[in-house]
């Protein structure tokens, strides 16, 4: 194992960092107390009957974690367990919440709380469809299951265009520190984790390919219950359901690029040839234009509130309008008619990019609005018998066939049970209930040289930069396998660099520093190692450019492993 490193070292650098812990009770900020209490909670001991749920960093009790959470609700030998989940809003979610209130063995807890802290850090089991903050570490104890949110038919990760190594950094680092990695089906497994993601050689978790718990709600749906949830949230349900439900747009976080008056002739365009006696629309959009739409008086009786069950919801929908949102995917399992309307779709073949060629999609296909209003019509009409629907079922049923083979073979309804019995009960692959293929995946180690850079970015210039690219450049990947591991970027011209001026082929992992100061000791460093990268173990490590003297022994504490 190599390690080269030019460091300053010194009595003044031990003399800052003693200062920094003095006065650290009196300085640190509000919101990173919380963190500090963090580090110290991690001293408690691990509770083994609790188990603590987040999705959507908090938005409610939602998508595959609430799928799981309600199936083990219902299973007698859990039921000693308790349940804590992660609100960010308990207010907002109030509706939400409310289903579980009776229930004595279900705790919410506002995110990023002192209790949030404690239960994150105590909890022998930890479900997330989405990541942890940068604090987190997952102790040997506990039991990291991340379910993702979805099957991918844009870019994103690595191969996200614009974006690779912002769009990446959060998952990353939680798909490494996960003890499993849920997978629909063998297409998300290689297009996501493996490739996207990068973890083909690097993750030593376990990937279940058992289908996405949260479609047991569509196949096993109390339709029922959904209208009432529905009706109690002011969405009619005496009529058929359309629904419109666009992807993100935009960058990353809340960056959207959606112009309001836009959406609003796209609605009332689609709203010109149904039938409205027996049809109305509803929208299903991200959070974050949520929260934008529901301020206008037209659009907001049309949207549909994220505290519903995205998948809850599906059961009840008649028709699904959408473009590249993993939704569509979900919305196989109901055997009814997807149109696909995509105004910018010269732009993602060209730039964004898709996974899912646009001549396997399931249903019409069109960027003009009027082609998709007037099919849209066709299909939604009083009839009790219409053939136009039936045609169109006819037409791209054997599209739909393919699809739901190549990419969601596991929506059986017995999702839920079979990642229960593997993770929870340690039942064997061999033994599982349903009619699909299942595997587990042990890790993803690959036969090539795992090569690891240690670079700090407030140190260097640009020169740096372009010799470590040109050495990145010289390295052979078909058997070498390489991965940089940089301090966060405080200046845009490094996060530029990093997105755009390296090989492709190499992942960057972002490093954050904890807003506290503690002791750094062997101990420290091994739990700074886990939190950034896991369990893995490299070949090589290499410490590259000027280094504080903390990166130095962060990087000889790595070379020791």
């Not at 188990?51 to 859990?78: H, M, S, T, V, W």
């Not at 994150?120 to 990541?131: D, F, R």
């Not at 405080?490 to 807003?515: G, H």
Request: hydrophobic residues 35%; contains cysteine.
């Amino acid at each position: 194992m190599k390690y080269t490193a030019n460091a300053p070292q010194g009595f003044k650098y031990k003399l800052k960092r003693t200062v920094k812990k003095i006065v650290q009770p009196f300085r640190i900020s509000e919101k990173d107390k919380g963190k500090l209490l963090y580090n110290k909670f991690l001293s408690m001991p691990v509770n083994d009957k609790f188990i603590f749920y987040e999705a959507f960093a908090g938005l409610g009790i939602l998508d595959n974690p609430r799928a799981i959470f309600k199936y083990l609700l219902n299973q007698e030998d859990f039921k000693s367990y308790t349940h804590i989940w992660s609100v960010e809003n308990p207010e907002l979610a109030a509706d939400n919440i409310s289903e579980f209130s009776s229930l004595d063995n279900v705790i919410i807890v506002k995110r990023e709380s002192e209790d949030y802290y404690k239960y994150l850090a105590t909890s022998k089991y930890l479900i997330n469809n989405s990541t942890f903050g940068y604090y987190f570490e997952k102790r040997n104890s506990q039991v990291y299951i991340n379910t993702w949110h979805g099957v991918p038919t844009k870019y994103m990760g690595y191969e996200h265009t614009a974006e690779r190594v912002e769009n990446s950094r959060g998952p990353a680092r939680n798909f490494l520190l996960a003890d499993y990695l849920v997978s629909a089906n063998q297409f998300m497994t290689e297009v996501m984790y493996k490739r996207a993601y990068k973890l083909d050689g690097l993750f030593q978790g376990k990937i279940l390919e058992l289908g996405h718990p949260r479609s047991d709600a569509i196949v096993n749906a109390n339709t029922l219950d959904v209208h009432r949830k529905l009706n109690t949230a002011g969405i009619h349900t005496d009529k058929k359901i359309i629904l419109y439900a666009p992807t993100w747009k935009g960058t990353l976080y809340n960056n959207l690029d959606y112009n309001v008056e836009d959406f609003k002739k796209t609605v009332a365009k689609l709203s010109e040839n149904i039938d409205t006696e027996h049809y109305r629309i509803y929208l299903r959009v991200h959070y974050f234009l949520y929260k934008i739409l529901a301020t206008d008086p037209e659009l907001r009786p049309m949207l549909i509130p994220f505290t519903i069950d995205t998948n809850e919801l599906l059961s009840v929908v008649d028709v699904l309008i959408s473009d590249y949102s993993s939704i569509f995917f979900d919305f196989l399992a109901t055997k009814k008619p997807i149109l696909f309307y995509v105004p910018d779709l010269e732009e993602y073949q060209s730039g964004r990019g898709l996974y899912v060629p646009v001549s396997r999609l399931p249903g019409y296909v069109s960027s003009n609005i009027n082609d998709i209003s007037i099919t849209l019509g066709n299909i939604c009409t009083s009839e009790l018998v219409n053939p136009i629907r039936e045609k169109y079922l006819e037409r791209y049923s054997k599209l739909h066939e393919d699809m739901s083979q190549w990419c969601i073979y596991n929506d059986d309804g017995n999702s839920c049970k079979r990642l229960v019995d593997v993770v929870f009960r340690r039942e064997p692959v061999s033994e599982l209930e349903g009619d699909g293929v299942y595997s587990v995946i042990n890790g993803l180690e690959a036969h090539k040289e795992k090569i690891l850079i240690c670079v700090n970015t407030n140190y260097n210039d640009m020169t740096f930069y372009e010799n470590l690219r040109k050495k990145l450049e010289s390295y052979e990947y078909r058997t070498t396998d390489v991965t940089i591991l940089t301090t966060s970027f405080t200046d845009t011209k490094y996060k530029v660099y990093f997105n755009n001026n390296i090989p492709k082929e190499v992942r960057v992992l972002v490093w954050y520093a904890l807003p506290y100061v503690t002791k750094y000791n062997q101990k420290f460093f091994k739990r700074e190692i886990k939190r950034s990268l896991g369990n893995v173990r490299f070949d090589e490590v290499l410490m590259e450019g000027t280094l504080t003297e903390y990166w130095a022994e962060f990087g000889n504490a790595i070379k020791k492993l």
